[in-house]
């Protein structure tokens, strides 16, 4: 039985199941305050099936130890499971390169703490 669909990201995470199959993703915890997007901490999460929804997720994030506001999921690769010692390669070369460029946050589906989608907007010059 699947789980019910009730935040943007539950949908996202069906969606993508449905239309990939199993798949590690790659998430980074983020802390937002009125003028910066700052990235805390990250992991990555073999999805096999499509059950897992906010809930679940924010438990996971709860064992981080850190405040955070909103959180940004990247597919881990094309070819879908990719192993735990790519995954941690990869999740290492995109919090270094989030921590040069918040833009990248574009490039992922990026949620708010209750689940929402947001999006990453551009401050105007001063």
Excluded: C
Aim: charged letters at 25%; glycine letters at 8%.
């Amino acid at each position: 039985m699947t789980a019910p669909i009730d935040t943007d990201f539950d949908e996202w995470l069906a969606a993508t199941h449905g239309e990939l199959g199993d798949f590690t993703m790659l998430f980074v915890l983020m802390r937002i305050t009125e003028t910066t997007v700052e990235p805390l901490r990250g992991a990555w999460l073999h999805v096999v099936g499509d059950e897992t929804r906010w809930p679940e997720m924010t438990a996971l994030f709860a064992g981080a130890g850190v405040s955070w506001s909103a959180a940004v999921f990247y597919r881990a690769g094309r070819e879908g499971l990719v192993p735990d010692a790519e995954a941690r390669a990869r999740l290492n070369a995109l919090t270094r390169k989030l921590h040069e460029d918040r833009t990248l946050i574009r490039d992922g589906e990026f949620f708010n703490a209750e689940g929402l989608r947001l999006r990453l907007e551009d401050q105007p010059a001063h």
